[in-house]
């Protein structure tokens, strides 16, 4: 197993504003990593492939569990702090919210490679939620995610973090106090 007590998720459902978080984030000097399933989205739409959500789910799945391990594995030896955008466990999130077998293969990830116990889940809001070329997902649908997230990364043993709603900078400054706690609390040890 591989812990990185330095490696913080934020996740959701779609369309609830992470990437604008992430983007507050960094411009704050906390560096992040981008998703990958916008990436493999982007990436199969102009090859023409077809292992995307709404063509070929288990191609799409397997995409994003490789992709998420390398992301995990290409920033291990990294000792500061660092965001991603999704974890490994999103991706069992999605198996879940599509119901597909649970390979061994996943299974054995969500346990091998463990992000920092707390894990920012922002939640659904309507206000801001929007569909596009690559989110096609309905609210109802993000609404689905949001708690297929939230209880997959319980069951994982992380504790969820609901990041309120807010402007992108009162949500950054959220997330900064309660990493700035955690580590206080660690420092403490």
């Known amino acids: 197993m591989i812990y990185k007590s330095n490696f913080f998720v934020i996740t959701g459902g779609p369309g609830v504003g992470k990437t604008t978080l992430l983007e507050t984030l960094a411009r704050q000097s906390f560096p992040y990593v981008p998703e990958v399933a916008r990436e ?4 199969q ?3 023409n492939g077809d292992a995307l959500p709404w063509a070929n789910i288990p ?3 397997h995409l994003m569990l490789s992709r998420s391990i ?3 594995e290409l920033h291990q030896k990294r000792e500061t702090v660092l965001f991603f955008d999704r974890g490994i466990p999103d991706t069992l999130a999605y198996v ?5 077998p649970i390979l061994p293969e996943l299974q054995h990830a969500v346990q091998d490679f463990r992000y920092n116990p707390l894990v920012f889940i922002l939640p659904p809001w309507p206000e801001i939620y929007q569909t596009d070329s690559e989110r ?3 609210y109802q649908e993000a609404v689905e995610t949001y708690d297929i997230m939230l209880a997959t990364y319980q069951q994982l043993a992380y504790t ?3 990041v309120p709603k807010g402007t992108p900078e009162e949500r950054a400054n959220f997330v900064i106090n309660i990493y700035n706690q955690t580590n206080i609390i660690s420092a403490v040890r």
């Open 70 to 72: 390398k992301s995990f």
């Open 59 to 61: 191609a799409y799945t």
């Open 40 to 43: 493999i989205i982007r990436e």
């Open 160 to 162: 969820p973090v609901i």
């Open 96 to 100: 879940h919210l599509t119901h597909q």
């Open 45 to 47: 739409i102009s090859l």
């Open 136 to 138: 096609k997902q309905t």
